[in-house]
């Protein structure tokens, strides 16, 4: 059988069922390309009295049957997946690749950023589309990012951007190898406007849904014991960032239309 196990953001938010099911297997993998952990591999094992293996996207991807599956058919497989197991559609993928090969899977569910982000008050219920803001560079300026924003804009909704990252490769970006800076990635949503805006992509009020004066949120390492929730104007959220960057794993919040309640209890952010 393969086992799924979300393990949160930090050793504690492993269940003791999970614990169990962890030292009952054969082999315990961990996919590590997507996330960062509060703890080390070592003090993870230390901690579940096991041997872990780390795994690349490629195990995950293009290895995972040798590598899992077929081993799964006869012994107590497990994947431990930072966070939740079903936000990144990779896993999914991985399920119905065991039922094509007649694996048995059983699923634990833990915490992710699609709940951690109602630490900010925002209500969970009026967020909208979810969408990444990838490393980007002048050949690569992505417009998804910018397009989603303003969708959710129209509608009312909140905007949450997950910033990229990549913690079992070096990227060198700028002198950030592991992760997107969340003051580089503010100050790409207000170059990207204008770029499309100079290229006729967009019309003029599309390019006017934010500027520097917009409120935003950026929150650093949600559910971890250091997390930070910075809430400002983006001009000053980029001004604070750039002389102290905060650590990964980071995302954006750009608010739309906020309830009295929202908008009382953002202020406890506000810096």
Not at 161 to 188: C, T, V
Request: charged share 25%; proline share 4%; glycine share 2%.
């Amino acid at each position: 059988m393969l086992h799924i196990i979300g393990i949160g953001t930090k050793k504690e938010h492993i269940t003791q069922e999970m614990i169990e099911v962890i030292q009952q297997s054969k082999h315990v993998y961990i996919e590590h390309y997507t996330n960062f952990y509060q703890h080390s591999f070592e003090e993870l094992e230390e901690y579940l009295s096991t041997t872990i293996t780390p795994c690349v996207r490629e195990d995950i991807e293009s290895r995972v049957e040798e590598l899992i599956l077929k081993p799964a058919k006869d012994e107590h497989i497990t994947l431990l997946i930072i966070g939740d197991i079903l936000v990144a559609t990779t896993h999914t993928d991985l399920l119905l690749r065991a039922k094509e090969m007649n694996v048995q899977t059983k699923l634990y569910h833990n915490i992710s950023i699609a709940n951690l982000i109602t630490k900010t008050g925002l209500q969970w219920y009026k967020f909208g589309k979810v969408t990444s803001i990838p490393f980007f560079n002048e050949k690569f300026m992505p417009r998804t990012p910018y397009l989603q924003l303003y969708d959710n804009m129209t509608i009312g909704a909140h905007s949450l951007f997950l910033l990229d990252l990549n913690p079992s490769n070096d990227i060198a970006y700028k002198g950030h190898d592991k992760y997107l800076p969340a003051h580089r990635a503010l100050q790409f949503l207000l170059d990207i406007s204008q770029i499309m805006l100079d290229n006729e992509e967009i019309e003029e009020k599309e390019a006017n849904i934010i500027d520097e004066q917009t409120p935003a949120l950026i929150c650093s390492r949600l559910g971890m014991d250091d997390e930070q929730i910075w809430y400002a104007t983006i001009e000053k959220l980029i001004e604070k960032d750039s002389k102290k960057t905060l650590k990964e794993p980071l995302c954006i919040i750009i608010p739309s239309e906020m309830h009295e309640l929202e908008e009382e209890y953002i202020k406890l952010f506000q810096i």
